[in-house]
């Protein structure tokens, strides 16, 4: 007869669901500084009208080198830790499918790169050669086309990587990403549009808001979610860390003569 083992022992540590809370209040805070400080430095200079700007520029989503910046490269660097994680417990488990993690965390690291030096926006004048774009409207800047081109590079590497997980985790994932690559992507081409036609007022800061705040929500969902991928608990005063829905293999009795 077939015996399968009980649950693993322990307290279940809900890591996704702390994960999702503390760092939704945060993104929201770093979100939520940056027309707070605008606000507050406008109504400063109805007094002191050489109020300076250094407080609003420091949580300014358009500019580098500023808190929402790094605050989002620490969202893709924090990806990146994860995957490194399910790399070494996938190993562990014999189950295939370390490497695959291994280059996903490296292409988040990249991705956590990028956002703090900007190396996308070199690929502007590459892009304007190549393809002999003036730079106006949804290609003002010109790099989202190899960005598209780099998108679809993340998407194999990430469905490589997530293969084995169980479909309602890849969803997540999946969702995670469109929202990251939509903010990065989209909502860059259409500030192009917007600046182009307003220039730079109250609508092109509101899609520049948007844009980083799908970017920020973006790497949250997808760290939140390959979180819940594992299953971390506490026993006898250690961590235990494997993979989530999953089921022990039953061992089967040989059959009595």
């Given at each position: 007869?077939?015996?399968?083992?009980?649950?693993?022992?322990?307290?279940?540590?809900?890591?996704?669901r702390?994960?999702?809370?503390?760092?939704?209040?945060?993104?929201?805070?770093?979100l939520?500084?940056?027309?707070?400080?605008?606000?507050?430095?406008?109504?400063?200079?109805?007094?002191?009208?050489?109020?300076?700007?250094?407080?609003?520029l420091?949580?300014?989503?358009?500019?580098?080198?500023?808190?929402?910046?790094?605050?989002?490269?620490?969202?893709?660097?924090?990806?990146?830790?994860?995957?490194?994680?399910?790399?070494?417990?996938?190993?562990?488990?014999?189950?295939?499918?370390?490497?695959?993690?291994v280059?996903?965390?490296?292409?988040?690291?990249?991705?956590?790169?990028?956002?703090?030096?900007?190396?996308?926006?070199?690929?502007?004048?590459?892009?304007?050669?190549?393809?002999?774009?003036?730079?106006?409207?949804?290609?003002r800047?010109?790099w989202?086309?190899?960005?598209?081109?780099?998108?679809?590079?993340?998407?194999?590497?990430t469905?490589?990587?997530?293969?084995?997980?169980?479909?309602?985790?890849?969803?997540?994932?999946?969702?995670g990403?469109?929202?990251?690559?939509?903010?990065?992507?989209?909502?860059?081409?259409?500030?192009?549009?917007?600046?182009?036609?307003?220039?730079?007022?109250?609508?092109?800061?509101?899609?520049?808001?948007?844009?980083?705040?799908a970017e920020?929500?973006?790497?949250?969902?997808?760290?939140?979610?390959l979180?819940?991928?594992?299953?971390?608990?506490?026993h006898?005063?250690?961590?235990r860390?494997?993979?989530?829905?999953?089921?022990?293999?039953?061992?089967?009795?040989?059959?009595?003569?």
């Open positions: 007869m077939a015996e399968v083992s009980g649950p693993s022992p322990g307290w279940v540590v809900p890591v996704a702390y994960a999702a809370v503390v760092l939704g209040g945060v993104t929201a805070l770093v939520a500084a940056n027309p707070a400080t605008r606000w507050f430095a406008r109504l400063r200079r109805q007094d002191d009208p050489d109020y300076p700007d250094d407080v609003p420091l949580f300014d989503v358009n500019t580098e080198a500023t808190v929402p910046t790094w605050y989002s490269a620490g969202l893709l660097l924090a990806v990146a830790a994860v995957c490194v994680v399910l790399a070494v417990v996938a190993r562990d488990a014999d189950g295939g499918g370390a490497r695959r993690w280059v996903l965390g490296l292409v988040f690291v990249g991705m956590s790169l990028d956002e703090t030096v900007a190396l996308h926006e070199r690929l502007d004048s590459g892009v304007t050669d190549t393809l002999d774009v003036e730079g106006t409207g949804a290609l800047h010109p989202v086309v190899a960005g598209v081109v780099l998108a679809a590079g993340l998407a194999v590497v469905a490589r990587a997530i293969v084995t997980l169980p479909r309602h985790r890849r969803r997540w994932v999946a969702l990403l469109g929202i990251y690559v939509g903010g990065a992507l989209g909502l860059e081409a259409v500030s192009g549009v917007v600046l182009d036609a307003a220039g730079e007022g109250l609508a092109y800061a509101a899609v520049t808001w948007a844009e980083e705040g920020m929500v973006g790497a949250l969902v997808t760290c939140c979610a979180l819940a991928a594992l299953d971390v608990r506490l006898d005063g250690a961590i860390v494997a993979l989530a829905d999953t089921r022990p293999r039953a061992s089967v009795a040989p059959p009595h003569a």
